[in-house]
């Protein structure tokens, strides 16, 4: 199935999934590779700034690309599933729900569970980047970071980091969240061996750092074996 493409900042439309990163600044890609609808929440952590994303619930196969972040900028990413609107407008999701009643987040967390990614991205003058993917508020999507390094001055190879589990084997039945029709959505955060077994880079303090000065970093919901080349 073909891509759709919703360019930051651009909003337009595209059958193509190939795209080259941006100079000079450090970007951020986020792909839903489901074959269901994921709303993506970017919070910022204490002391950086909110990025230029306007929220969205992004249909399968569809992507967000070219979402400029400021060297310096630090987060968290996650997915929430499952999302409705009531006759009130009301929006809620069953997992990842971030409380705001809004396809906007107004900086909750992720309830009652949700994989996330984070991103400590170092200055323009120098540092590393660091990324990672966090269990701490439990499991809800596959996901993989991946670097691209744009820059010309790359220190190397940075690795991505993917975190794929069956709930179904991988969740205990008191950690489960379940959708209608006793459907496994995702998995509370706890102390879930087997889960941190199937994920042993996310369960891993500290992540991956990556010594680029411009990078893009993709967030890939659903990941597949392409997506350890983020140019695809």
């Known amino acids: 199935m073909a891509a759709v493409l919703i360019l930051c900042c651009d909003l337009r439309s595209s059958n193509s999934d190939d795209f080259s990163p941006s100079p000079k600044a450090d970007t951020l890609n986020i792909k839903n590779k489901c074959s269901y609808r994921v709303a993506p929440v970017i919070a910022p952590k204490p002391g950086s700034q909110p990025l230029s994303f306007t929220p969205v619930e992004l249909k399968g196969y569809e992507y967000a690309l070219g979402i400029p972040v400021p060297h310096g900028w630090s987060g968290r990413i996650w997915g929430r599933t499952d999302c409705t609107t009531d006759d009130s ?62 820059s010309q001055g790359g220190g190397g190879h ?75």
Not at 196 to 220: L, W
Request: include cysteine.
């Open 89 to 150: 407008g009301k929006f809620t999701c069953a997992t990842g729900d971030c409380g705001s009643g809004r396809l906007e987040c107004g900086g909750g967390g992720p309830a009652p569970a949700a994989t996330v990614a984070e991103l400590a991205l170092g200055g323009k003058g120098g540092g590393a980047d660091a990324y990672g993917i966090s269990l701490a508020d439990g499991y809800n999507l596959p996901i993989l970071v991946a670097p691209y390094e744009t």
């Open 158 to 232: 940075c690795t991505p980091m993917r975190c794929v589990v069956d709930l179904d084997a991988a969740c205990p039945p008191e950690q489960q969240v379940k959708a209608s029709g006793g459907r496994v959505v995702a998995c509370k955060a706890g102390n879930s061996e087997s889960l941190k077994k199937a994920c042993p880079e996310a369960a891993a303090s500290g992540g991956f750092s990556c010594a680029v000065v411009d990078n893009t970093y993709t967030v890939t919901f659903c990941p597949d074996s392409s997506e350890l080349d983020p140019r695809y």
